[in-house]
T-cell receptor
Framework: GEDVEQSLFLSVREGDSSVINCTYTDSSSTYLYWYKQEPGAGLQLLTYIFSNMDMKQDQRLTVLLNKKDKHLSLRIADTQTGDSAIYFCAETTSGTYKYIFGTGTRLKVLA | NAGVTQTPKFQVLKTGQSMTLQCAQDMNHNSMYWYRQDPGMGLRLIYYSASEGTTDKGEVPNGYNVSRLNKREFSLRLESAAPSQTSVYFC????????????FGPGTRLTVL
């Protein structure tokens, strides 16, 4: 079956790096995404990675994909208080219309 | 572009009442989705519409109906609201391009008493 798992909470100090982890079970996933949800708002796409890639970097964000272990991570460098939010990983498979979301990780950045 | 818009933003219903949640997108996207978000459960798909004129059930369709009115609009109807339908509802649409990312509306916060 399809499942996407994340830890529920992460707390870091301002200026440190944050690493949010996600595991998925569908080996046929084509695209893997990271979304950010701020309080009272919808989900905003941060970045995505194709399943044939190992890493993608976009400014302070680094995504690592380990296909063998079905493990996806999001690293946020120099974490700021504005990064406090819920982060969702999600997957989809080319040719389908279904997206599977994780439960979300609530990141709290301490000043 | 406004992106994905949803109305209303907040709603309180009594058990048994009906209502329709509206969603519209101005990005010319083919596919549209309705999700509900509950604490600790992430997003669960209620219904989706792959293209104008088609709708399909998602993971949790019971108690809901949808209408894809045209390419822009996708509405979600609760015929007889129940307290278990208290949730935050998100509409999304899909670009279909590279990455096939989903764009989300701001959500409707529904409470059923």
């Amino acid at each position: 079956g399809e499942d996407v798992e994340q830890s529920l909470f992460l707390s870091v100090r301002e200026g440190d790096s944050s690493v949010i982890n996600c595991t998925y079970t569908d080996s046929s996933s084509t695209y893997l995404y990271w979304y950010k949800q701020e309080p009272g708002a919808g989900l905003q796409l941060l970045t995505y990675i194709f399943s044939n890639m190992d890493m993608k970097q976009d400014q302070r964000l680094t995504v690592l994909l380990n296909k063998k272990d079905k493990h996806l991570s999001l690293r946020i460098a120099d974490t700021q208080t504005g990064d406090s939010a819920i982060y969702f990983c999600a997957e989809t498979t080319s040719g389908t219309y279904k997206y599977i979301f994780g439960t979300g990780t609530r990141l709290k950045v301490l000043a | 572009n406004a992106g994905v818009t949803q109305t209303p933003k907040f709603q309180v219903l009594k058990t048994g009442q009906s209502m329709t949640l509206q969603c519209a997108q101005d990005m010319n996207h083919n596919s549209m989705y309705w999700y509900r978000q509950d604490p600790g459960m992430g997003l669960r798909l209620i219904y989706y519409s792959a293209s104008e004129g088609t709708t399909d059930k998602g993971e949790v369709p019971n108690g809901y109906n949808v209408s894809r009115l045209n390419k822009r609009e996708f509405s979600l109807r609760l015929e007889s609201a129940a307290p278990s339908q208290t949730s935050v509802y998100f509409c999304a649409s899909t670009s279909g391009g590279a990455g096939n990312e989903q764009f989300f509306g701001p959500g409707t916060r529904l409470t059923v008493l």
